[in-house]
């Protein structure tokens, strides 16, 4: 509809109002590996770093929406009655709140790993990874790393390995658009009645995207409703991770193993 105004006809049609989501993204990314051999090592130290964009727009009702009854005398008649709309609905955001977000970030990553061979039979990797986010306060994000892989018998048909590292994921990189979105300043949407001072007149709407004076609503959801979950309290989803496994050659082309990760 002109200006994007929704109308709603219970059980009969419905022409949505102006809703747009975007959600654009750059990347520039960065990566250096080196790897040196030396009699029993294998060993690789590397670094990677690439900058984030995301961002978007979120944009919902802000223009507005008429709901008229059942069944109703239509088109609207200012001199019908019965075809005047039974509701109006509006979205707006908080005094200082908006639907656009941007945001500038890195993601630097930093690892070392030596692959060392101290018997014929004995093979260790060793290794640690860190990892930075210029968005997130935890800067704790050490995660070391070690595999071993045996063969008890010597005769290259056995081999028993094991291995535990840590590990730790990017935070959510629209988290900020949730929490720009839907904090005390955020999105809320304000259903008026016929009767109410504020109702507007068909096919007038409310002045937005800013609550207007006399409206009174909370946001639809307060996504950081206690101190836990503030931005400074951030930290990256880590994870401890173990595995042990057993694999024997039974047959010339054919070997069987066990494993068991936790």
């Given at each position: 509809?002109?200006?994007?105004?929704?109308?709603?006809?219970?059980?009969?049609?419905?022409?949505?109002?102006?809703?747009?989501?975007?959600?654009?993204?750059?990347?520039?990314?960065?990566?250096?590996?080196?790897?040196?051999?030396?009699?029993?090592?294998?060993?690789?130290?590397?670094?990677?770093?690439?900058?984030?964009?995301?961002?978007?727009?979120?944009?919902?009702?802000?223009?507005?929406?008429?709901t008229f009854a059942p069944n109703p005398s239509y088109p609207y008649n200012p001199a019908v009655p019965a075809s005047f709309p039974v509701q109006y609905s509006q979205g707006f955001f908080g005094a200082n709140g908006?639907?656009?977000?941007?945001?500038?970030?890195?993601?630097?990553?930093?690892?070392?790993?030596?692959?060392?061979?101290?018997?014929?039979?004995?093979?260790?990797?060793?290794?640690?990874?860190?990892?930075?986010?210029?968005?997130?306060?935890d800067k704790n994000n050490v995660a070391p790393r070690i595999g071993v892989a045996w063969d008890p018998t010597s005769s290259g048909r056995m081999v028993v390995r094991g291995g535990f590292g840590i590990f730790h994921s990017d935070v959510f990189s629209t988290v900020d658009a949730f929490e720009a979105y839907q904090n005390v300043d955020g999105f809320r949407s304000v259903t008026f009645a016929p009767g109410d001072a504020l109702f507007p007149q068909y096919p007038n709407t409310l002045p937005g995207p800013v609550i207007p004076p006399g409206v009174t609503a909370p946001p639809g959801a307060v996504y950081l409703e206690t101190a836990i979950y503030a931005p400074s309290k951030r930290q990256h989803p880590g994870s401890r991770n173990y595995t042990v496994g057993f694999e024997r050659q039974l047959w010339r082309n054919f070997s069987g193993w066990v494993d068991f990760s936790y």
């Open positions: 509809t002109e200006g994007g105004l929704g109308l709603s006809y219970p059980g009969q049609a419905n022409f949505p109002g102006y809703s747009s989501q975007t959600a654009p993204d750059r990347m520039l990314q960065f990566a250096n590996k080196l790897t040196v051999h030396a009699n029993r090592h294998v060993m690789k130290v590397g670094t990677s770093q690439h900058s984030a964009t995301p961002g978007g727009l979120i944009h919902s009702n802000l223009d507005g929406t008429y908006s639907g656009e977000l941007k945001i500038d970030e890195w993601h630097v990553a930093l690892y070392a790993q030596d692959d060392w061979k101290p018997t014929d039979t004995l093979t260790l990797n060793l290794g640690v990874r860190y990892q930075y986010e210029s968005s997130v306060p």
